[in-house]
Each structure stands twice: as structure tokens, then as C-alpha cells.
């Protein structure tokens, strides 16, 4: 943990340097993302099933929340990273038709992220600007999920999750409008598709009816999600961009 939290002060103090060194600008800012639910993109919902037990993971909605560098290589050309917090939330539905059980429960799945987006600005106006972006992010996981759900004495929903690995990579795809200002600053409307590149974790759903017998199933999630941006850049220093 002490290595991870080495790096990240690393990472952000090299691209702190780079940005005073840009001869464009150079923009700090807060972002946050609303993880949207839906059927048309990203991962939205995965049945559980073996034997007589049926069990569904669902997306639900979520939160992304990051701080910004934004720093301009051109007019129409700019790079972008920070730190950024994800949490996932997903519901858990379980039942055993024959036996009339059923049980629900909700899990949630935190990671932090730095993310390293390439963007391309188009001019609409004198203060509107549309802009896409692309680039790939490096996800930190830091621990393993669980969840019970308990039936009786001696019976339980239960699931467990397992990251494949604790950090990951992914891809982050975006698109969106600015609108500039000079004294108070830019702001942002826009979505986002995350993609990791594997698989984040392992699911592990089960009905425990007794200490020696249980019914598991087991599947990949992808953690893909689709989010809603909402973002602020604060004003640019004047004197600062003057002496750049």
C-alpha cells in the first residue's frame, strides 16, 4: 500500500512539473460521474444459475469522483490525468424455487484510478467547445467483497468476490461540451465508457443449507459502466501562463 501511494504522489508531481513547463495552459479541476445503469452499453446484469439455485448480479447506480490536470499541448489538442475514486454498487437477487426461499442483498466494489486521456477540441463559438477523448487508466483494487444473506439457523445466500488481480488496466472513452469562461472558470457536460481490459473480478454465489453441503456458482464480471460527467476547471493563473 505504502509503494501505491509512492507512485501516485510520483505520477501527479511529474505532471505537475509538465504542466507549469506547457506553453499552453494549464487547468486544475474536480470531476464527478454518476455510474448510469442500462441495457445498450457496458455491463448491466449476469444470472447465477446451477441445480435448483438461481441467483442475478445487477448494476445499480453508482459514484466516480477524481481531481484533474488538464493541460493544453495545442489549441484543439490536450492531455489529462488525476486521481480518481469508483464505487460500483450492484444488486444481488437469490432464490431456491423449490424450496420457496428467496433473498435479496446489494454489494459494493471500490477502486482508485489514474487515468491518462488524450483530447481533441472543436471551436463551436467563442466560449463553446465540444471535445472527445481516449486513453487508457490504471485501476487499483484494494480489497476482496462479501455479502450474507441469512435464511434461517442454518441457512444463507452468500456471495464472495475475488479481484484477478489487485491492480488492472482499462480504457476510458468520452465525449462531451465545454463551456469557458474567463473569470469563473470551465465547465464541463459530457459521458464516459469505461472498458477494463479483463475481467475485474470473480463472483461467487451460493445457497449453504448446511456445514458440509451448498450449491455454487461461479462466473467472471466485467465492471464495465457508463457514466454521466460533470466537471469544473478552475480560472488559469494569468501571471503564471504570462511567465510560461
Known amino acids: 500500500m505504502n509503494k501505491l501511494k509512492l507512485i501516485l504522489i510520483l505520477f501527479v508531481s511529474v505532471f505537475t512539473l509538465n ?6 495552459s494549464a487547468k486544475f479541476g474536480f ?13 448491466y446484469e449476469q444470472d447465477f444459475n446451477k441445480a435448483q439455485f438461481e441467483s442475478t448480479v445487477r448494476q445499480k447506480f453508482g459514484n466516480s469522483a477524481s481531481m484533474l490536470i488538464n493541460i493544453g499541448l495545442s ?11 469508483t464505487q460500483r454498487n450492484y444488486n444481488l437477487d437469490y ?7 428467496a433473498g435479496v442483498g446489494d454489494v459494493r466494489v471500490v477502486s482508485y484510478e489514474i487515468p491518462v486521456n488524450f483530447m481533441v477540441f472543436i471551436r463551436l463559438s467563442d466560449e463553446i467547445y465540444m471535445n472527445t477523448s481516449l486513453g487508457p487508466a490504471i485501476t487499483f483494487f484494494p480489497s476482496d467483497v462479501q455479502t450474507r444473506v441469512p435464511i434461517g439457523s ?18 476510458n472513452a468520452n465525449v462531451g461540451f465545454e463551456y469557458r469562461t ?4 470551465t465547465f464541463y457536460l459530457g459521458a464516459s465508457y469505461h472498458l477494463p481490459f479483463t475481467p475485474i473480478m470473480t463472483f461467487a454465489m451460493s445457497y449453504e ?10 462466473g467472471n464480471i466485467s465492471g464495465s459502466y457508463l457514466t454521466a460527467d460533470l466537471r ?5 493563473n494569468k501571471n503564471k501562463k504570462k511567465e510560461n
Open 75 to 85: 489549441e484543439r489538442l490536450a492531455l489529462e490525468t488525476g486521481i480518481g475514486f
Open 232 to 236: 469544473f476547471y478552475f480560472p488559469e
Open 19 to 24: 504542466a507549469s513547463a506547457q506553453k499552453g
Open 209 to 218: 443449507y448446511s456445514t458440509s453441503a451448498n450449491v455454487v456458482s461461479i
Open 182 to 185: 474567463k473569470k469563473s472558470g
Open 95 to 101: 432464490a431456491v424455487p423449490d424450496s420457496g426461499f
Open 31 to 43: 470531476q464527478y460521474k454518476p455510474i448510469i445503469p442500462n441495457t445498450l452499453i457496458g455491463f
Open 154 to 171: 442454518n441457512q444463507r445466500f452468500q456471495q464472495e468476490g475475488a479481484y484477478l488481480s489487485k491492480i488492472q488496466g482499462s480504457l
